[in-house]
C-alpha cells in the first residue's frame, strides 16, 4: 500500500509523489505546538487553545471514523481544523466524494470538545432551553451561549434564539443588552 502526497512548488500544478507507508508520516503537517493551553474568551469561557479527537461512524457525523486536530484561532474566534482524516470503517462502504460531503466535521469537533468548554461560572453549561434573561447573570448567559456557538461555527444568533424560544431579532436585542449591561461578545 502507498500513500500519495500532493506538493505544490511555486506556480506550478500539483504533482503527486509516491511514498511508502513509512514515509507518509514524515508528510503529515505539523501542528503549531504540542502543548494545550487554556485560554479564557468572552463570556469567561475556558477552552482548550488546540485539541486532537477522534469520533466513530454516526448519523451525525458521517459514514467514516474520523480523526482530527484543531486549534483556537483568535482572528475568526472559533476552532479551525487543522488535520483530518478518515478511515473506512469495517464493511464500509469505500471513501468516495459523496461519502466525504455527508462528514459533519463541525458535529465530530463539538462531540469531541463539547465537554471540554466551561464558563469561569462553574454552574454554567451549554442548554437546549433557557427562560428570557431578567438578571445581569441571566444576560451573562445568554453571552456565553452567543460565544459557545460561534466558537464551533454556528449561527450564534439563531443558537441563541432556538436556546431562548425567542425570534432571531428578539435574540439580537438580547444580546445587544447584555452588551449594554458591560458583557462582550469579543475575545
Known sequence: MYAVSMTRPSNTPNPATITTPGAYEALKPQRRSSATEF?????????????????????????????FYCSYD?????????????????????????????????????????????ATDPAWRPSDSRSRPKSDDEYGDAVREYVYARLFGLAPLEHVAKVYGVSQSTATRVIAEARRRGYSTDG
Request: aromatic share 6%; net charge negative.
Open 39 to 67: 485560554l479564557i474568551i468572552a463570556g469567561g469561557l475556558n477552552i482548550m487553545s488546540g485539541f486532537g479527537g477522534r469520533v466513530s461512524s454516526s448519523d451525525a457525523v458521517g459514514p467514516y471514523d474520523l480523526t
Open 74 to 118: 483568535p482572528a475568526s474566534q472559533r476552532y479551525e481544523v487543522e488535520e483530518l482524516t478518515a478511515t473506512r470503517v469495517a464493511d464500509g462502504a469505500p471513501i468516495s466524494n459523496a461519502g466525504l460531503q455527508s462528514v459533519s466535521v463541525r458535529e465530530a469537533i463539538k462531540q469531541t470538545v463539547g465537554d471540554t468548554v466551561w
